[in-house]
């Protein structure tokens, strides 16, 4: 009976024994189970993470803005167009004067007339390939003297919303007279203060120099009448860019 009762007391501690080692290697299983799915989480994670934006993903979000026609290739790199800008704004034009130099990589797009006729301000988009575009002031004077042009402000109906610097003004004869003009890019506050133009605002604009200053006219040709159009359309189209823009800017390559 002692040799039956030992027989199974034996029995059992195997059993038991055996019960714990199966245990230890079913959790053994399970931890190793465990690590190798956690890499394969990770990958498939990152397999579907959104692959950064294209140069031809930018390109196609830049051309759903707008309607390009009369693309005429020049032959030296230059391609000029014509833009009709997608705008929400009723009463404003959303037409501009396109053009693309291939080997800056850069685009230009101008309101209203492309070229300075009289004493005036014009407004146009400069646009870097695969990035955002910047919004130009352009003051120009043209007279039979210098002013030595190097300030321009803009009043709406009798507020100051902008005064500007002008950095290194170009000066040259033009015909009988001389030509002054500078080229600078509006600042954020700049933009947010010129988007106070309405059709219906008054609206002065001056330019400044060591010699004096002079009003921008708003009779006869009435470039006046024309820096409050072509204002509101450069503020409305470089919003439009902005946002057909927007989530679609390739990374700068590292260097």
């Known amino acids: 009976m002692r040799n039956f009762t030992k027989r199974r007391f034996d029995y059992f501690v195997t059993m038991l024994a055996a019960l714990t080692v199966a245990l230890t290697l079913t959790a053994c299983s399970k931890s190793n189970s465990t690590t190798t799915q956690r890499p394969a989480n990770v990958i498939a994670a990152a397999s579907q993470a959104k692959a950064p934006p294209t140069p031809q993903e930018w390109k196609s979000a830049l051309m759903?803005?707008?309607?390009?026609?009369?693309?005429?290739?020049?032959?030296?790199g230059v391609t000029t167009f014509m833009a009709m800008f997608k705008l929400p704004q009723k009463d404003v034009v959303g037409l501009a004067f396109g053009e693309r130099d291939a080997f800056r990589k850069l685009r230009f797009y101008k309101m209203g007339m492309p070229m300075q006729i009289a004493t005036g301000v014009k407004a146009y988009i400069s646009l870097k390939d695969n990035g955002k575009p910047v919004l130009f002031l352009q003051p120009y004077y043209w007279g039979d003297s210098w002013l030595f042009?190097?300030?321009?402000?803009?009043?709406?109906?009798?507020?100051?919303?902008m005064e500007h610097t002008c950095p290194k003004p170009?000066?040259?004869?033009?015909?009988?007279?001389?030509?002054?003009?500078?080229?600078?890019?509006?600042?954020?506050?700049?933009?947010?203060?010129?988007?106070?133009?309405?059709?219906?605002?008054?609206?002065?604009?001056?330019?400044?120099?060591?010699?004096?200053?002079?009003?921008?006219?708003?009779?006869?040709?009435?470039?006046?009448?024309?820096?409050?159009?072509?204002?509101q359309s450069g503020i409305a189209i470089y919003d439009a860019i902005n946002k057909a823009l927007e989530g679609h800017i390739p990374p700068r390559p590292t260097t």
């Open 64 to 76: 759903s803005s707008y309607n390009e026609s009369q693309v005429e290739d020049k032959g030296d």
């Open 149 to 161: 042009m190097d300030k321009v402000a803009v009043l709406v109906d009798g507020e100051l919303v």
């Open 170 to 231: 170009d000066r040259d004869t033009e015909g009988v007279g001389v030509k002054e003009q500078c080229d600078f890019i509006l600042s954020d506050e700049e933009i947010a203060g010129l988007r106070k133009i309405t059709n219906t605002s008054k609206v002065a604009v001056r330019l400044t120099g060591t010699k004096g200053y002079t009003n921008v006219d708003s009779k006869g040709y009435n470039p006046l009448k024309y820096f409050v159009a072509d204002i």
